[in-house]
Protein backbone atom coordinates (compact mmCIF):
# COMPACT_ATOMS: atom_id res chain seq x y z
CA UNK A 1 0.00 0.00 0.00
CA UNK A 2 1.17 3.23 -0.99
CA UNK A 3 0.12 6.55 1.78
CA UNK A 4 0.44 9.80 -0.04
CA UNK A 5 -0.37 13.34 1.77
CA UNK A 6 -1.14 16.02 -0.24
CA UNK A 7 0.03 18.52 2.39
CA UNK A 8 -0.46 22.35 1.52
CA UNK A 9 0.46 25.24 2.24
CA UNK A 10 -2.50 26.97 2.16
CA UNK A 11 -3.30 29.57 -1.24
CA UNK A 12 -1.45 27.03 -3.96
CA UNK A 13 -4.41 25.66 -5.57
CA UNK A 14 -5.21 22.70 -3.25
CA UNK A 15 -9.27 23.10 -3.23
CA UNK A 16 -9.44 23.02 -7.03
CA UNK A 17 -7.12 19.88 -7.02
CA UNK A 18 -9.57 18.82 -3.74
CA UNK A 19 -12.63 18.96 -5.52
CA UNK A 20 -11.18 17.64 -8.67
CA UNK A 21 -10.61 14.48 -6.63
CA UNK A 22 -13.89 14.33 -4.70
CA UNK A 23 -16.09 14.86 -8.44
CA UNK A 24 -13.71 11.77 -9.72
CA UNK A 25 -14.58 9.12 -6.82
CA UNK A 26 -14.99 6.25 -9.43
CA UNK A 27 -12.21 7.08 -11.66
CA UNK A 28 -9.98 6.66 -8.69
CA UNK A 29 -11.41 3.87 -7.50
CA UNK A 30 -10.58 2.14 -10.61
CA UNK A 31 -6.79 3.75 -10.89
CA UNK A 32 -6.48 1.86 -7.11
CA UNK A 33 -7.03 5.08 -5.59
CA UNK A 34 -8.53 6.16 -2.00
CA UNK A 35 -8.98 9.67 -1.77
CA UNK A 36 -9.76 11.32 1.82
CA UNK A 37 -10.41 14.52 1.79
CA UNK A 38 -9.95 15.66 5.61
CA UNK A 39 -11.58 18.03 7.56
CA UNK A 40 -10.14 20.32 9.72
CA UNK A 41 -11.17 18.66 13.14
CA UNK A 42 -9.87 15.25 11.77
CA UNK A 43 -6.45 16.54 12.28
CA UNK A 44 -6.83 16.83 15.54
CA UNK A 45 -7.20 12.85 15.55
CA UNK A 46 -5.00 11.53 12.87
CA UNK A 47 -5.52 8.38 14.45
CA UNK A 48 -8.95 7.76 14.19
CA UNK A 49 -8.76 8.45 10.47
CA UNK A 50 -6.13 6.18 10.27
CA UNK A 51 -7.97 3.43 12.04
CA UNK A 52 -11.10 3.60 10.04
CA UNK A 53 -8.88 3.15 6.85
CA UNK A 54 -7.34 0.25 8.13
CA UNK A 55 -11.01 -1.37 8.86
CA UNK A 56 -11.82 -0.59 5.61
CA UNK A 57 -9.09 -2.59 4.63
CA UNK A 58 -6.06 -0.46 2.89
CA UNK A 59 -6.04 0.25 -0.78
CA UNK A 60 -3.27 -0.09 -3.37
CA UNK A 61 -2.72 3.58 -2.95
CA UNK A 62 -4.39 5.99 0.04
CA UNK A 63 -4.20 9.80 -0.74
CA UNK A 64 -5.09 11.92 2.11
CA UNK A 65 -5.56 15.87 1.91
CA UNK A 66 -5.66 18.82 3.43
CA UNK A 67 -3.85 22.46 3.12
CA UNK A 68 -3.02 22.08 7.07
CA UNK A 69 -1.65 18.51 7.04
CA UNK A 70 2.07 20.32 6.83
CA UNK A 71 1.11 22.27 9.95
CA UNK A 72 0.25 19.15 11.85
CA UNK A 73 3.08 18.53 14.68
CA UNK A 74 5.63 16.13 13.65
CA UNK A 75 5.00 13.53 16.73
CA UNK A 76 1.47 13.47 16.38
CA UNK A 77 1.48 13.25 12.36
CA UNK A 78 4.33 10.30 12.70
CA UNK A 79 2.46 8.58 15.38
CA UNK A 80 -0.86 8.27 12.93
CA UNK A 81 1.09 7.61 9.77
CA UNK A 82 3.36 4.63 11.69
CA UNK A 83 -0.21 2.79 11.90
CA UNK A 84 -0.27 2.23 8.06
CA UNK A 85 2.46 0.07 6.12
CA UNK A 86 4.76 1.59 4.07
CA UNK A 87 6.77 4.76 4.32
CA UNK A 88 4.27 7.87 3.50
CA UNK A 89 5.39 10.67 0.53
CA UNK A 90 3.95 14.09 1.25
CA UNK A 91 3.63 16.10 -1.61
CA UNK A 92 3.46 19.92 -1.47
CA UNK A 93 3.06 23.15 -3.86
CA UNK A 94 5.44 26.06 -3.34
CA UNK A 95 4.58 29.46 -4.81
CA UNK A 96 6.53 32.95 -4.25
CA UNK A 97 5.40 35.68 -1.52
CA UNK A 98 4.44 37.67 -3.73
CA UNK A 99 1.39 35.82 -4.57
CA UNK A 100 1.18 33.72 -1.15
CA UNK A 101 0.62 36.95 1.12
CA UNK A 102 -1.80 39.06 -0.71
CA UNK A 103 -4.33 35.85 -1.44
CA UNK A 104 -4.32 34.65 2.21
CA UNK A 105 -4.88 38.27 3.32
CA UNK A 106 -7.51 38.43 0.86
CA UNK A 107 -9.54 34.68 1.88
CA UNK A 108 -8.88 35.91 5.57
CA UNK A 109 -11.38 38.25 4.80
CA UNK A 110 -14.08 36.88 3.38
CA UNK A 111 -13.13 33.31 5.72
CA UNK A 112 -14.54 32.83 9.07
CA UNK A 113 -11.78 34.65 10.44
CA UNK A 114 -13.48 38.25 9.82
CA UNK A 115 -9.93 39.99 9.37
CA UNK A 116 -10.75 43.31 10.23
CA UNK A 117 -6.76 44.87 10.57
CA UNK A 118 -5.04 46.48 7.59
CA UNK A 119 -2.93 44.73 5.14
CA UNK A 120 0.05 46.17 6.37
CA UNK A 121 -1.10 44.69 10.17
CA UNK A 122 -1.03 41.30 8.13
CA UNK A 123 2.39 41.78 6.15
CA UNK A 124 4.10 42.28 10.06
CA UNK A 125 2.37 39.57 11.33
CA UNK A 126 2.79 36.76 8.37
CA UNK A 127 6.04 37.84 8.06
CA UNK A 128 7.48 37.82 12.08
CA UNK A 129 5.99 33.85 11.80
CA UNK A 130 7.86 33.08 8.69
CA UNK A 131 10.94 34.26 10.47
CA UNK A 132 10.58 32.90 13.17
CA UNK A 133 8.23 29.62 12.47
CA UNK A 134 9.41 27.42 15.29
CA UNK A 135 8.11 29.75 17.11
CA UNK A 136 4.52 29.79 15.43
CA UNK A 137 1.70 27.49 17.30
CA UNK A 138 -1.00 28.51 15.33
CA UNK A 139 -1.30 30.29 11.80
CA UNK A 140 0.23 29.02 8.23
CA UNK A 141 4.14 28.88 7.68
CA UNK A 142 5.57 29.69 4.33
CA UNK A 143 9.32 29.33 5.15
CA UNK A 144 9.35 26.44 2.81
CA UNK A 145 12.20 24.49 4.55
CA UNK A 146 11.27 24.55 7.87
CA UNK A 147 8.03 22.66 6.62
CA UNK A 148 10.01 20.14 4.66
CA UNK A 149 11.61 19.52 7.81
CA UNK A 150 8.79 18.92 10.06
CA UNK A 151 7.59 16.48 7.50
CA UNK A 152 10.73 14.49 7.38
CA UNK A 153 10.55 14.28 11.11
CA UNK A 154 7.30 12.92 10.96
CA UNK A 155 8.68 10.37 8.83
CA UNK A 156 7.63 11.53 5.07
CA UNK A 157 9.68 11.90 1.62
CA UNK A 158 9.14 15.27 0.82
CA UNK A 159 8.12 16.70 -2.70
CA UNK A 160 7.96 19.80 -4.37
CA UNK A 161 5.82 21.26 -6.96
CA UNK A 162 5.63 24.76 -8.26
CA UNK A 163 2.68 26.69 -8.09
CA UNK A 164 1.34 27.46 -12.09
CA UNK A 165 -2.14 28.43 -12.35
CA UNK A 166 -1.71 26.82 -15.98
CA UNK A 167 -0.42 23.73 -15.51
CA UNK A 168 -0.64 22.79 -11.19
CA UNK A 169 -3.66 20.39 -11.36
CA UNK A 170 -1.55 18.07 -14.02
CA UNK A 171 1.82 18.35 -12.17
CA UNK A 172 -0.26 16.95 -9.14
CA UNK A 173 -1.96 14.42 -11.24
CA UNK A 174 1.11 13.09 -12.28
CA UNK A 175 3.17 12.90 -9.02
CA UNK A 176 0.44 10.96 -7.98
CA UNK A 177 0.47 8.27 -10.84
CA UNK A 178 4.29 8.55 -10.27
CA UNK A 179 4.37 8.44 -6.64
CA UNK A 180 2.03 6.05 -6.73
CA UNK A 181 3.25 3.73 -8.96
CA UNK A 182 0.23 3.54 -10.81
CA UNK A 183 0.50 1.35 -14.15
CA UNK A 184 -2.16 4.13 -15.54
CA UNK A 185 -1.84 8.09 -15.43
CA UNK A 186 -4.63 9.75 -14.35
CA UNK A 187 -5.77 11.48 -17.77
CA UNK A 188 -9.66 11.91 -18.58
CA UNK A 189 -10.92 13.39 -15.32
CA UNK A 190 -14.16 15.36 -15.58
CA UNK A 191 -13.88 18.81 -14.25
CA UNK A 192 -15.85 20.00 -11.49
CA UNK A 193 -18.18 22.80 -11.50
CA UNK A 194 -17.46 26.12 -11.64
CA UNK A 195 -17.34 27.81 -8.20
CA UNK A 196 -20.17 29.59 -6.82
CA UNK A 197 -21.58 31.61 -3.74
CA UNK A 198 -18.64 31.78 -0.98
CA UNK A 199 -16.32 29.04 -2.69
CA UNK A 200 -12.40 29.06 -1.48
CA UNK A 201 -12.01 28.58 -5.01
CA UNK A 202 -13.23 32.08 -5.45
CA UNK A 203 -11.16 35.38 -4.61
CA UNK A 204 -11.85 38.70 -3.50
CA UNK A 205 -10.18 41.41 -5.67
CA UNK A 206 -7.66 43.49 -3.68
CA UNK A 207 -9.46 46.35 -5.08
CA UNK A 208 -12.89 45.51 -2.73
CA UNK A 209 -10.65 44.96 0.48
CA UNK A 210 -10.99 47.86 2.22
CA UNK A 211 -14.87 47.51 1.55
CA UNK A 212 -14.90 43.71 2.34
CA UNK A 213 -12.65 44.62 6.14
CA UNK A 214 -15.84 47.17 6.28
CA UNK A 215 -18.14 44.45 6.18
CA UNK A 216 -16.41 42.40 8.87
CA UNK A 217 -16.42 44.77 11.26
CA UNK A 218 -20.13 45.66 10.76
CA UNK A 219 -20.43 42.33 11.18
CA UNK A 220 -18.89 41.49 14.67
CA UNK A 221 -20.79 44.73 16.34
CA UNK A 222 -23.77 43.01 15.31
CA UNK A 223 -25.01 45.79 13.11
CA UNK A 224 -25.05 43.11 10.00
CA UNK A 225 -25.31 39.64 10.72
CA UNK A 226 -23.84 37.02 9.37
CA UNK A 227 -26.19 36.26 6.30
CA UNK A 228 -26.05 39.60 5.44
CA UNK A 229 -22.34 39.66 5.22
CA UNK A 230 -22.39 36.64 3.48
CA UNK A 231 -24.65 38.18 0.93
CA UNK A 232 -22.81 41.27 0.67
CA UNK A 233 -19.59 38.85 -0.03
CA UNK A 234 -21.01 37.26 -2.83
CA UNK A 235 -21.61 40.46 -4.43
CA UNK A 236 -18.09 41.97 -4.29
CA UNK A 237 -16.79 38.44 -5.50
CA UNK A 238 -19.23 38.98 -8.30
CA UNK A 239 -17.30 42.75 -8.93
CA UNK A 240 -14.13 41.21 -8.36
CA UNK A 241 -14.38 38.18 -11.01
CA UNK A 242 -15.71 41.22 -13.34
CA UNK A 243 -12.25 43.80 -12.34
CA UNK A 244 -10.00 41.16 -12.79
CA UNK A 245 -11.43 40.06 -16.49
CA UNK A 246 -10.93 43.98 -17.48
CA UNK A 247 -7.63 44.50 -15.62
CA UNK A 248 -4.69 44.41 -18.38
CA UNK A 249 -2.02 45.03 -15.52
CA UNK A 250 -1.04 43.66 -11.60
CA UNK A 251 -3.80 45.20 -9.23
CA UNK A 252 -2.02 48.43 -7.25
CA UNK A 253 -2.84 45.75 -4.01
CA UNK A 254 -0.25 43.32 -5.24
CA UNK A 255 2.13 45.47 -6.67
CA UNK A 256 2.75 47.97 -3.80
CA UNK A 257 4.60 45.39 -2.07
CA UNK A 258 5.77 42.75 -4.70
CA UNK A 259 9.41 44.40 -4.44
CA UNK A 260 9.45 43.63 -0.16
CA UNK A 261 7.86 40.33 -0.47
CA UNK A 262 10.35 39.17 -3.66
CA UNK A 263 13.44 40.15 -0.60
CA UNK A 264 11.64 38.79 1.97
CA UNK A 265 11.60 35.53 -0.09
CA UNK A 266 14.99 36.12 -1.01
CA UNK A 267 16.19 36.01 3.02
CA UNK A 268 13.70 32.94 3.91
CA UNK A 269 13.47 30.73 0.36
CA UNK A 270 16.18 31.64 -1.24
CA UNK A 271 18.14 28.21 -0.76
CA UNK A 272 15.61 26.63 -1.21
CA UNK A 273 14.01 27.67 -4.60
CA UNK A 274 17.55 27.83 -5.86
CA UNK A 275 17.43 24.14 -4.89
CA UNK A 276 14.13 23.60 -7.02
CA UNK A 277 15.33 25.23 -10.06
CA UNK A 278 18.31 22.69 -9.76
CA UNK A 279 15.53 19.43 -9.37
CA UNK A 280 13.98 20.92 -11.91
CA UNK A 281 16.65 21.28 -14.30
CA UNK A 282 17.57 17.62 -13.97
Keep these: ?30 SGI ?8 ELDDLQAVMRNEEQKGWPELLL ?3 ECLCRVSPERLRSALAM ?8 LVARP ?12 LKGHVMRTSSYEEFLEE ?17 RYQYLEEQLNQAGCDVHWLRYSSDHLLPDLLKAISGFGSLENPLNGLIDPPKP ?13 GSLAREINRLCKEGVVVAKERQEL ?17 LDSFRAKYANDLDDLDHELNGSFWRRIAIEEST
Design 1 to 30: MKLILHAGPMKTGSTAFQDLLACNHDALHQ
Design 34 to 41: RFRWLRLP
Design 64 to 66: LSH
Design 84 to 91: APGKPTAI
Design 97 to 108: LREIYPSLYLQN
Design 126 to 142: QSARDRHPENALRGQVF
Design 196 to 208: KGLSPRRSLDGAV
Design 233 to 249: LMLLLDVSDRVRQSRQH
